[in-house]
């Protein structure tokens, strides 16, 4: 769990998580150089599988991540945002839905808290998905919420982690799909996403440099998969239709 400048919410953000959570697990916090209180927030809370990790300065996100991805001692990794809420039985749900489909990457939905003035919670619409379905709607869109994501650790790694471009979940879950891993989306909400003016993706210094590095990234995370000829192929294998900008003479 990333957290910055996170005080109002963190606090419930890392209990719940924790409610969720068997004896055996780990919750890592990691504070990147936050300006308010989250660090002591965070501090107060007690509990043994809980470790605060501090950034001497604010990294960003993708560098956090890394950091997290680094530092975690188990091999299976959940994300996890420092203003939203866990759902109590999420891990329980996305273990077995693992285990199961025999998957890599498992997402799942989440309800809708729309905070900014009133506190309004919604259902959000998403079905169960495979990874056939997944590969399909990432041509147009991000199917997979962030926070949601359980995965094994060492898929990550092998992907070389989070990259430093503005969509990083986006160009990951790409890179995976392309690289052959299972990912799998159930309809189970697991979690409370709130939405409201202070995230980082609701920010237009954020929007527009998704819109002016997106096309670069996302092509770049593939080509460095599987090069110009196994891309095509493997395209074409997921029935994905050639969707990507065609580079420069």
Same mark, same amino acid.
């Given at each position: 769990?990333?957290?910055?400048?996170?005080?109002?919410?963190?606090?419930?953000?890392?209990?719940?998580?924790?409610?969720?959570?068997?004896?055996?697990?780990?919750?890592?916090?990691?504070?990147?150089?936050?300006?308010?209180?989250?660090?002591?927030?965070?501090?107060?809370?007690?509990?043994?599988?809980?470790?605060?990790?501090?950034?001497?300065?604010?990294?960003?996100?993708?560098?956090?991540?890394?950091?997290?991805?680094?530092?975690?001692?188990?091999? @299976?990794?959940?994300?996890?945002?420092?203003?939203?809420?866990?759902?109590?039985?999420?891990?329980?749900?996305?273990?077995?839905?693992?285990?199961?489909?025999?998957?890599?990457?498992?997402?799942?939905?989440?309800?809708?808290?729309?905070?900014?003035?009133?506190?309004?919670?919604?259902?959000?619409?998403?079905?169960?998905?495979?990874?056939?379905?997944?590969?399909?709607?990432?041509?147009?869109?991000?199917?997979?919420?962030?926070?949601?994501?359980?995965?094994?650790?060492?898929?990550?790694?092998? @992907?070389?982690?989070?990259?430093?471009?503005?969509?990083?979940?986006?160009?990951?879950?790409?890179?995976?799909?392309?690289?052959?891993?299972?990912?799998?989306?159930?309809?189970?909400?697991?979690?409370?996403?709130?939405?409201?003016?202070?995230?980082?993706?609701?920010?237009?210094?954020?929007?527009?440099?998704?819109?002016?590095?997106?096309?670069?990234?996302?092509?770049?995370?593939?080509?460095?998969?599987?090069?110009?000829?196994?891309?095509?192929?493997?395209?074409?294998?997921?029935?994905?239709?050639?969707?990507?900008?065609?580079?420069?003479?």
């Amino acid at each position: 769990m990333p957290a910055y400048n996170s005080r109002p919410t963190v606090r419930l953000a890392v209990t719940s998580t924790l409610t969720s959570m068997s004896e055996l697990d780990e919750l890592i916090v990691i504070d990147d150089g936050s300006t308010d209180e989250t660090l002591d927030e965070v501090s107060r809370i007690n509990d043994s599988r809980l470790r605060l990790v501090s950034n001497a300065s604010n990294l960003g996100i993708s560098a956090t991540l890394n950091h997290g991805l680094e530092i975690a001692e188990h091999d @299976l990794v959940a994300r996890m945002d420092a203003d939203d809420i866990t759902l109590p039985w999420r891990f329980k749900h996305q273990r077995k839905t693992l285990a199961n489909k025999d998957a890599d990457f498992v997402f799942t939905n989440c309800f809708l808290m729309f905070s900014d003035r009133f506190p309004v919670l919604l259902p959000n619409v998403l079905s169960r998905a495979t990874t056939r379905q997944l590969a399909k709607l990432m041509t147009q869109t991000n199917p997979f919420i962030h926070p949601t994501a359980l995965f094994r650790r060492q898929a990550v790694l092998e @992907l070389g982690g989070y990259r430093d471009v503005p969509n990083e979940d986006f160009d990951l879950w790409q890179r995976g799909l392309i690289a052959g891993y299972s990912m799998w989306r159930t309809g189970t909400p697991s979690i409370i996403f709130r939405v409201h003016k202070g995230q980082v993706t609701q920010s237009a210094n954020w929007t527009k440099g998704m819109l002016r590095n997106a096309s670069s990234a996302d092509f770049t995370s593939l080509q460095e998969v599987f090069g110009d000829v196994r891309l095509n192929f493997m395209m074409r294998t997921l029935e994905i239709p050639a969707f990507m900008p065609k580079r420069s003479p």
